[in-house]
């Protein structure tokens, strides 16, 4: 959606490196998720942030939420093959006066062996 | 706990003709959205309903419409189908709704020719 913005679009780099993905909202947040997907599949539930300053992980990916900035980064610790997919974030946001999840474009990680 | 069940996977229709997709959501969770997603434009939110009613809309064509049962269970149609149709249909289950966790099923892959 144009109210989330997630940067970059897409990310190549070599196993064992680490990486961070931004998800940017125009708009007041009212929670934060982070997905992931393998190509056609479902999206699996990585995380869920609620409060400004939050900050959770889950083995080897860590997710922070700025709620002043309006952005969340996920960090993911000396990636491997298993980590790459699609990555979305996804938000809460009041737009025509209703609360509605909303996602951003995604972000496609390659790890490269 | 099982997840959540979406029927069916896959489906091709033929333009003009309607479908109907399922989606049971997660024992206990009273919140059904759904979403299409295509190459193009990303995840777009279509509906959400909670016990029975929806409470969310998206902005999709009347052709779009969908019905919760009192088990939660959800139907997503779409009638007069076009070819841009075409998409990946997801549903996430959670237990209120936004800012709550939110679970997603397989999808069900929609091709019309």
């Known amino acids: 959606s144009q109210e989330l913005e997630q940067s970059p679009q897409s990310l190549i780099v070599q196993e064992g490196k680490n990486l961070t993905i931004n998800c940017t909202s125009s708009?007041?947040?009212?929670?934060l998720y982070w997905y992931k997907q393998k190509y056609g599949e479902g999206l699996i539930f990585l995380m869920m942030?609620?409060?400004?300053?939050e900050e959770k992980s889950h083995e080897k990916i860590t997710a922070k939420l700025d709620e002043k900035k309006q952005q969340s980064s996920l960090h993911i610790t000396a990636s491997q093959p298993s980590h790459a997919g699609i990555y979305l974030c996804?938000?809460?946001?009041?737009?025509?006066?209703?609360?509605?999840?909303?996602f951003g474009q995604g972000t496609r990680l390659t790890i490269n062996p | 706990k099982a997840g959540v069940t979406q029927t069916p996977r896959y489906l091709i229709k033929t333009r003009g003709q309607q479908v109907t997709l399922s989606c049971s959501p997660i024992?206990?969770?009273?919140?059904v959205s759904w979403y299409q997603q295509t190459p193009g434009q990303g995840l777009q939110f279509l509906f959400e309903?909670?016990?029975?009613?929806?409470?969310n809309k998206g902005n999709f064509p009347g052709r779009f419409s969908g019905r919760q049962f009192s088990n939660s269970r959800s139907e997503m149609n779409v009638s007069t189908l076009e070819l841009g149709d075409s998409a990946l249909y997801l549903c996430?289950?959670?237990?209120?709704?936004?800012?709550?966790?939110?679970?997603f099923g397989q999808g069900t892959r929609l091709t019309v020719v």
């Open positions: 996430a289950s959670s237990l209120q709704g936004v800012n709550t966790e939110a679970f």
């Open positions: 708009k007041t947040l009212y929670g």
């Open positions: 942030l609620q409060k400004g300053g």
């Open positions: 996804g938000a809460g946001l009041i737009i025509q006066g209703a609360q509605k999840l909303v």
């Open positions: 024992s206990g969770h009273r919140s």
């Open positions: 309903y909670f016990s029975e009613t929806q409470r």
